[in-house]
C-alpha cells in the first residue's frame, strides 16, 4: 500500500450524517493508525464565507477532540461538491472518504443521489452511510458480490485490506447468470477471489443469489440476514443520464433501506499494486 496515502475524509456539513460519517472514520482509524480530515465545500470565497467556514470547523474540531478523544485536521474547498473533492483528491493524501448521505429523495431520484454523482470521478473508495456504527469495535462481516465483471478483482483488494485488520468473514454472494460465457467468467472471479482470500488467511463462505434479475434486492436482504457490517461495490464506469433515470444498480444499493454502509470502489480506484496485499503482508 502506497504509505503516503494515509488520511480518511470525511465530507463534512455540519450536519447529524456527518457525524454519523465522523464514528465510522474513528472506528476504521483506530485500527488503521490512519489520519482523519473533515472537507467542507463552499461556493464561493466571498463574503468572508472562507474564513467563516474556517471558524465552523475549528469549533468543531475542539469539540471533537474533546468528546471522542481524538486528533483531527480540517480542510475547506471552494467550488461545486461534485468536482471540488473530486479535484482535490487527485492531489490529496486520503486512501478513502466516508460520506454520510440521506439517501434519494424528491426529485434527485430523477437525476442520481448527491452520492453516487461525488463517486463515480473518484479516484479513491467511498464508503457510503446512513447511521452510526451499531458497534465501534469490529467489522465482522463484509458482502462481496461476484459477477462476471473484471472489476471485481479491483475490490477483492480492499476486502483483503479491510479483512487482514479486522479479522473479518468475506461472504462472496454470487450471481446466478445462466448464459455459458458469462458462467465461465463469473466462476473465474470467483476462484480468483477465494484463492487471495485464502493466502491471506481470511475466513469466507460462499453464497448464490436465487434470480440475477433481482441481484441487487437479494443482495441488500442477504446483508441484513447475515447482519453484515459493510458491502463492497464497484460502481459504473460510465455513468449516464439513463443510469441516473431508471437507477444505477449501485444507486439502489447505496440507498438500502436496511442503512448498511457501502463501499464503493470506482473502477479508477488508486491502490497499491497487487501483489502488496493479494499474496499476504
Not at 31 to 43: D, G, M, P, S
Not at 106 to 117: E, P, V
Not at 132 to 153: H, Q, T, V
Not at 164 to 177: D, E, R, S
Request: hydrophobic share 40%; net charge positive; glycine share 6%.
Amino acid at each position: 500500500m502506497n504509505q503516503a496515502k494515509n488520511t480518511i475524509l470525511v465530507t463534512w456539513d455540519f450536519t447529524r450524517m456527518s457525524e454519523n460519517a465522523l464514528l465510522h472514520a474513528i472506528k476504521l482509524s483506530r485500527n488503521f493508525e490512519n489520519n482523519i480530515r473533515l472537507v467542507h465545500v463552499i461556493k464561493s470565497l466571498e463574503n468572508g464565507a472562507l474564513a467563516e467556514a474556517e471558524g465552523k470547523l475549528k469549533t468543531e474540531i475542539k469539540r471533537i477532540q474533546d468528546e471522542y478523544k481524538i486528533l483531527c485536521e480540517s480542510v475547506v474547498l471552494q467550488g461545486n461538491l461534485f468536482s471540488a473533492i473530486t479535484n482535490y483528491l487527485r492531489e490529496g493524501d486520503a486512501i478513502m472518504v466516508i460520506m454520510g448521505t440521506h439517501g434519494i429523495k424528491g426529485l434527485q431520484k430523477y437525476f442520481g443521489s448527491k452520492a453516487l454523482k461525488v463517486i463515480v470521478g473518484s479516484e479513491v473508495p467511498y464508503i457510503v452511510v446512513h447511521d452510526k456504527p451499531a458497534n465501534m469495535d469490529r467489522i465482522s462481516n463484509i458482502l462481496f458480490p461476484i459477477d462476471f465483471k473484471s472489476e471485481n478483482k479491483e475490490k477483492l483488494q480492499w476486502a483483503i485490506y479491510l479483512g487482514k485488520y479486522f479479522n473479518c468473514k468475506v461472504h462472496l454472494f454470487k450471481a446466478p447468470v445462466t448464459d455459458s460465457s458469462l458462467v465461465k467468467k463469473v466462476n473465474v472471479n470467483l476462484n480468483f477471489a477465494i484463492r487471495f482470500l485464502i493466502q491471506n488467511n481470511l475466513d469466507y463462505e460462499i453464497h448464490t443469489a436465487k434470480k440475477y434479475g433481482s441481484f441487487g434486492k437479494e443482495m441488500i436482504s442477504f446483508a441484513k440476514e447475515i447482519e453484515a457490517d459493510l458491502i463492497m461495490i464497484t460502481t459504473t464506469k460510465h455513468i449516464t443520464f439513463l443510469d441516473y433515470l431508471f437507477g444505477a444498480s449501485e444507486q439502489y444499493i447505496i440507498d438500502n433501506q436496511s442503512g448498511i454502509p457501502v463501499m464503493c470502489v470506482n473502477p479508477k480506484a488508486t491502490f497499491a499494486k497487487m501483489g502488496q496485499f493479494m499474496f499476504g503482508r
